[in-house]
């Protein structure tokens, strides 16, 4: 892709999964001959695909491109990488749908790159890293999100960071292990930003789909978001609702990994706590490994939590879904 400006040793994997962490990937979906794990369609067919046997999988490609100081480079990159999506995957199984990877310090070029693969409806999200350079309900980043409500995209916020700053409140971790754990509170503070700052209020059918978040954080943080914004709501009069009905609206949650040591149980608690059985979707994480066999949800679920979980949260979440479908049997 870049074969000359002096880049050619330059890594551009994020390094939020270290190669040699038992994190980064189950080793029953290690690849031979060391290829990077989830590089090989044909694996993941095998793994995924066949194996827990979707009617959709939404690939989320977590790449570098996204992080380049250079606004051009990234948005030059997040294109190839686009491109490379839909040539290479999309266009092999019509099982597989996408996220489109954006340049999201420039919200000019992120639009640009939305625009340009918005005709192609098997892109059904923008994805976009939890921890960057600035809270993401902040208004400068709002056309990216005018424009993913009114083309029925989902806005996918996962777990990572372009590293500019440290990612804990209190400076740089020495460990991955502590960078790991604190990924929640970053989710934490760009929900109460996208509330605060008035996104939902501007944008009220955008769907904010949580990815890779964890789920344990949840009831206390709706719990001591609704109490402060009762307190302090003339601070922000265009928050009407309280910030545990705008979640139930508009943000969803993806189950892997289930931070819990009963995963059944805990996804119930939620539900109960928030008063809602459509938050959260499934998903496999793959190829990384936060479960065993195929047992991505263990814990015994209620059929109609289970049924909501595997499949009717994401239809009503992702409206493009099933309209490629539509959209191929139409075209010659």
Same mark, same amino acid.
């Given at each position: ?95 597989? #749908? =996408? ?5 999201? @310090? /420039?919200?000019?070029?992120? *639009?640009?790159?939305? &625009?340009?693969?918005? !005709? ?120 009407? #609702? =309280? ?5 139930? @609206? /508009?943000?969803?949650?993806? *189950?892997?990994?289930? &931070?819990?040591?009963? !995963? ?69």
């Amino acid at each position: 892709m870049v074969s000359v400006r002096a880049l050619d040793r330059l890594n551009l994997s994020l390094t939020s999964y270290p190669q040699n962490s038992p994190l980064s990937c189950r080793p029953d979906w290690a690849l031979d001959g060391g290829a990077k794990a989830g590089s090989s369609l044909k694996a993941m067919r095998d793994h995924v695909l066949d194996r827990f046997r979707p009617r959709y999988g939404i690939l989320n490609c977590l790449y570098g491109a996204q992080v380049l100081h250079s606004e051009d480079m990234a948005a030059a990159c997040c294109r190839a990488t686009n491109d490379w999506i839909r040539d290479d995957w999309l266009n092999h199984d019509p099982r597989l #749908r =996408a996220s489109i990877v954006i340049p999201s @310090n /420039n919200a000019e070029l992120a *639009v640009a790159e939305i &625009d340009r693969r918005a !005709d192609d409806f098997r892109f059904v999200q923008v994805l976009m890293l939890v921890s960057g350079e600035t809270t993401l309900g902040r208004r400068h980043l709002w056309p990216i999100y005018e424009r993913a409500e009114r083309l029925g995209l989902a806005l996918g916020i996962h777990a990572g960071s372009a590293y500019r700053y440290a990612p804990t409140a209190i400076g740089w971790p020495s460990h991955y292990v502590e960078d790991y754990v604190a990924q929640s509170a970053a989710f934490e503070s760009q929900l109460q930003s996208l509330i605060s700052e008035g996104v939902f209020a501007k944008f009220p059918r955008l769907k904010v789909v949580a990815i890779e978040s964890g789920l344990t954080w949840l009831s206390g943080f709706i719990w001591r978001a609704d109490k402060t914004w009762t307190g302090v709501r003339a601070e922000v009069p265009w928050v009407a #609702r =309280a910030p545990s009905e705008v979640i139930r @609206n /508009n943000v969803r949650f993806t *189950v892997q990994p289930v &931070d819990a040591a009963d !995963d059944g149980e805990a996804i119930m608690r939620l539900a109960d706590h928030i008063k809602s059985d459509e938050l959260f979707l499934f998903s496999t994480d793959y190829p990384h490994w936060h479960f065993d066999g195929d047992a991505v949800l263990s814990g015994r679920l209620p059929d109609g939590l289970f049924r909501k979980i595997a499949s009717e949260n994401a239809l009503t979440t992702y409206s493009r879904l099933a309209r490629a479908d539509q959209v191929m049997e139409v075209v010659p």
